[in-house]
């Protein structure tokens, strides 16, 4: 199957909404939450307590296209035949701390990293049209994130996916063995059910990163696994 994964740019906005309007992605696909448009996870200050201007799928779909043009909705597009097929929402992790999903969900990923300076890109929400999952597109995507983010001087890459599988809509984060596989760690187990896990962008095992046993912020973190696992550029 011939796949395409573009970085979402503003001239892409249309064919992002668009998937959107098409994709179920909810255990109700024709209820108006299915309709969210990722508009919750990115590099903006979203009040948790205010949040009316997203409140119908005609909003989110609009602050979308609003904010991808501000380049604060971030990620990768996959394309087949000239469609979108799939999504992931990916950003630099010090730029989220303040959007919706973050306040409401992630109050207890550490971040102490952040002070020292480390650089983390972070992995919120995959989105694969119904007709094409199953067909290796989720990894393809995360490949292109990882490999983007060694090139742009990241230092590490996290993602946060539930602990045990419970359905596809409420998965959206990514399946923890796909992760696993490519080498991300466990740096800490949380009690929402998520797990935040994190790959050191040096091309090494992932037990011998010095930046990750350095890191202050990691020892002593509950349900810390040291998992020696290949890159997936080796």
Aim: with cysteine; aromatic share 12%.
């Amino acid at each position: 199957m011939d796949i395409e994964i573009r970085k979402l740019t503003p001239d892409l906005a249309e064919d992002y909404v668009h998937f959107f309007d098409i994709t179920p992605h909810s255990e109700i696909p024709d209820s108006d939450d299915c309709k969210c448009y990722c508009v919750w996870w990115c590099n903006e200050d979203q009040d948790v307590n205010n949040i009316d201007n997203l409140s119908s799928k005609e909003k989110r779909r609009n602050y979308a296209i609003q904010k991808i043009r501000e380049k604060k909705i971030q990620g990768y597009l996959a394309y087949h035949d000239g469609k979108v097929v799939g999504w992931c929402n990916t950003n630099t992790k010090a730029d989220c701390l303040k959007c919706y999903c973050w306040r409401r969900l992630m109050r207890d990923v550490p971040t102490e990293e952040l002070a020292t300076g480390i650089r983390v890109k972070s992995i919120f929400c995959f989105l694969v049209a119904r007709e094409f999952r199953r067909k290796g597109i989720t990894k393809l995507l995360l490949e292109r994130v990882c490999q983007d983010a060694v090139d742009d001087g990241f230092d590490f890459i996290e993602a946060y996916p539930l602990k045990e599988y419970m359905n596809e809509a409420k998965d959206y984060m990514g399946p923890a063995g796909l992760f696993k596989k490519y080498g991300f760690t466990i740096i800490e187990v949380l009690f929402l059910k998520l797990q935040a896990m994190a790959y050191g962008t040096d091309k090494v095992y992932i037990e011998n990163l010095c930046p990750m046993k350095n890191w202050s912020g990691l020892s002593g973190l509950p349900g810390l696994e040291k998992t020696a696992a290949e890159t997936m550029w080796d």
